[in-house]
């Protein structure tokens, strides 16, 4: 039987079937590109727990059977109100059960320095870039069954154009806020840095526990020669919200990303983050950070891809379990033939809280090329006895200490995101799992 001939039971997500499909009309170039999105995503299987990639986290865990697909958000005839952090971006983007829009703080998209708009409404203005870009040269690997889901099914699609040269000071906010039970929600980002810019993307995602949700997010982040690209992303689910979420980055000549992934929330997180370090003296900084407690379980998947000689990389992934929390994180270095003077670095480091709790680590390298530098490695353990010892024979209590030290565990990933906001909800964060009755 080839793919082609899958039963739909085997093939279809359930929840994403024909049916599921956006009505509204859209533009040609959208409608190709989901066709085409749609027809990879019927031609390849459901995972399942007998793929290795899956093999940790049975999509099982997933109820997808208990969803349907949300309503695309409309643009708000009238603003709402702003978040406590909306004054320190220059374009805010805001998505909820009702709607969404954009809030253009500084006068740049008015005065055409950036671009922030829908995708379909890009697609018109911007077709060029769009049939560029949009499921384009990041997707370096075979197809993926959650990256076509995601293109073949986006409700809301964002698309970000920085021009060459433009200095974005304070950047980009995009807030997604959902609440609706027995929902699902697609959100897509497509981002272009031109040659020579500067601009930095924020994502935050939110939803109150007794809220159950399910989140497909798919992304492409593009760096274009001489580009510097911040982005981080801090998901902050509700307990009984899943997600899985397909990231594709990529850097030309002289480009710098720095890419941080912040994993706090939620029941059950499977992410991927594929970089292409593309071009000559290109630099990638892959930063994650994640905290699983009580009965969560978070599975990240990592790609630092070198396709070019002199090109740099350096990851640090940092993460913490406790109670029955179960962390996976899989990485892999992968240098293409040709691919020498790289120099590529990953590192995973585990923080084991309680018996109970669960980390596995799966740092990689597929090297097909000489003269170069590649090098992984991964740790695990407890609090140091000793440094909790010293901090208690100072006066501080157990809890206290063991948090600080939990604290600045992570604080070498935190420093590195490029908002105050962001580090600060983090701290609150660890502190609170820190807290937290098993």
């Given amino acids: 039987m080839t793919t082609a001939q899958l039963d739909p039971a085997v093939v279809m997500v359930p929840g994403f079937d024909e049916s599921a499909r956006p009505a509204a009309a859209e533009p040609d170039l959208i409608t190709a590109r989901r066709e085409a999105a749609f027809k990879q995503y019927l031609e390849l299987p459901m995972p399942t727990a007998?793929?290795?990639?899956?093999?940790?986290?049975?999509?099982?865990?997933?109820?997808?059977e208990r969803f349907k697909p949300a309503e695309a958000p409309r643009r708000r005839a009238a603003p709402s109100g702003a978040g406590p952090w909306d004054d320190t971006f220059d374009v805010v983007v805001s998505v909820d059960d009702t709607g969404f829009e954009i809030r253009d703080n500084a006068g740049l998209l008015a005065q055409g320095g950036l671009t922030v708009q829908p995708l379909a409404e890009a697609a018109q203005r911007h077709p060029a870039l769009i049939e560029r870009y949009l499921q384009g040269p990041a997707r370096v690997k075979h197809p993926r069954k959650f990256s076509a889901l995601g293109d073949a099914f986006w409700r809301f699609g964002l698309f970000i154009h920085a021009p060459a040269k433009a200095i974005i000071p304070r950047g980009v906010?995009?807030?997604?806020?959902?609440?609706?039970?027995?929902r699902s929600v697609v959100?897509?980002?497509?981002?272009?840095?031109?040659?020579?810019?500067?601009?930095?993307?924020?994502?935050?995602?939110?939803?109150?526990?007794?809220?159950?949700?399910?989140?497909?997010?798919t992304r492409e982040l593009y760096a274009g020669p001489g580009a510097t690209l911040r982005a981080a992303s801090l998901q902050e689910w509700g307990a009984r919200t899943?997600?899985?979420?397909?990231?594709?980055?990529r850097a030309e000549r002289d480009a710098r990303i720095e890419w941080v992934t912040l994993l706090l929330g939620g029941q059950v997180s499977k992410m991927m983050v594929s970089c292409d370090v593309h071009e000559p003296n290109a630099q990638a900084y892959l930063s994650g950070l994640f905290f699983a407690n009580r009965t969560q379980h978070v599975d990240q998947k990592t790609l630092q891809l070198h396709t070019a000689p002199n090109t740099y990389s350096n990851l640090l992934y940092k993460g913490a379990v406790k109670d029955q929390g179960h962390s996976v994180y899989q990485g892999i270095i992968d240098a293409a033939p040709g691919a020498i003077k790289v120099d590529a670095y990953q590192m995973n480091n585990n923080l084991i809280l309680t018996e109970g709790a669960r980390a596995d680590s799966l740092p990689g390298l597929e090297i097909d090329a000489d003269d170069l530098k590649c090098s992984h490695g991964a740790t695990f353990g407890n609090l140091d006895q000793n440094q909790l010892f010293y901090l208690r024979a100072r006066g501080l209590p157990e809890a206290e200490a063991r948090q600080l030290l939990v604290m600045a565990f992570f604080e070498e990933v935190i420093a590195r995101v490029p908002h105050e906001f962001m580090r600060e909800r983090v701290r609150e964060d660890v502190r609170r799992k820190c807290g937290d009755a098993a």
Avoid: M, N
């Fill in 187 to 217: 959100p897509r980002l497509l981002a272009v840095v031109e040659d020579q810019a500067e601009l930095t993307i924020a994502e935050h995602y939110e939803s109150p526990d007794d809220a159950e949700l399910l989140a497909i997010t």
């Fill in 173 to 182: 906010l995009i807030r997604y806020t959902h609440a609706q039970s027995g």
């Fill in 242 to 249: 899943y997600h899985i979420g397909e990231d594709w980055v």
């Fill in 50 to 64: 007998r793929d290795e990639e899956w093999r940790r986290t049975d999509p099982a865990l997933i109820p997808f």
